[in-house]
């Protein structure tokens, strides 16, 4: 069955550094988006991608995140630098962007920033 | 604006008993309605969903969602619960623009 892959799967930076996460949506999805999820509260979107668009990043803290999705097919999420306060679940999802087709989600990354 | 509210932060259920998770939704227009389920450090599992037509929609695992218009409500239900049904649950809404939003989430516990 095909899924959503994204590494790494942890990661662990001090305050301050730079942290990149990447995510590998299903064969032929055309949608991409980035969720933040912290502990104890839903997921909360940061950015949706049409293939190598973004569709709304207005949730983005863009003074310290960027998101790209260049080729239309895999994504990478940077945070420059990382706060404590970023600590948490990063899940990246895809879907065929059909309307209300269901997302599927990867595994996420849990970050911890020390 | 589109919204959903899961009322309960905890479920608990004895195994073989019935369980239902409750969701309410706010939408301007017609809810696209969603299911997920996630266990510990892992992603978000898809379950079911409402588009539109059978109010009862039928889904993954046993699950079986209600859709109640009057009642601005889509409660998730099992006739009889697992304990490896134990997990957190979120209830969703899908806008025009295909993005998602998610409930507060829902702590399931079925006990032995």
């Known amino acids: 069955e095909a899924e959503v892959a994204q590494s790494p799967r942890y990661k662990i930076t001090e305050k301050s550094q730079a942290v990149a996460f990447w995510c590998d949506p299903i064969?032929?999805?055309?949608?991409l988006y980035w969720y933040r999820q912290i502990l104890g509260q839903g997921p909360e979107l940061l950015v949706q991608?049409?293939?190598?668009?973004?569709?709304?990043d207005s949730q983005l803290p863009k003074d310290r995140f960027s998101a790209e999705r260049l080729k239309g097919v895999d994504s990478t999420l940077k945070i420059q630098p990382a706060e404590l306060g970023d600590s948490a679940m990063y899940l990246c999802?895809?879907?065929?962007?059909?309307?209300?087709?269901?997302?599927?989600f990867g595994q996420g990354t849990r970050l911890t920033v020390v | 604006a589109q919204s959903v509210a899961q009322p309960e932060d905890q479920v608990n259920v004895a195994e073989g008993n019935p369980l239902t998770v409750k969701c309410t939704y706010s939408?301007?227009?017609?809810?696209?309605l969603f299911w997920y389920v996630q266990y510990p450090n892992r992603g978000l599992q898809f379950l079911l969903k409402?588009?539109?037509?059978?109010?009862l929609v039928k889904g993954s695992y046993g699950f079986e969602a209600e859709f109640n218009k009057s009642q601005t409500s889509f409660h998730l239900k099992k006739p009889s619960a697992l304990v490896s049904d134990s997990a957190l649950y979120f209830c969703?809404?899908?806008?025009?623009?295909?993005?998602?939003?998610f409930g507060t989430g829902t702590s399931l516990t079925v006990i032995p």
């Open positions: 999802a895809s879907s065929f962007g059909g309307k209300n087709t269901e997302a599927f």
């Open positions: 991608f049409q293939d190598e668009s973004v569709v709304d």
């Open positions: 409402y588009i539109t037509g059978d109010n």
């Open positions: 969703a809404v899908c806008n025009t623009g295909n993005q998602f939003y």
């Open positions: 939408v301007s227009g017609n809810p696209y």
């Open positions: 064969s032929g999805h055309a949608t």
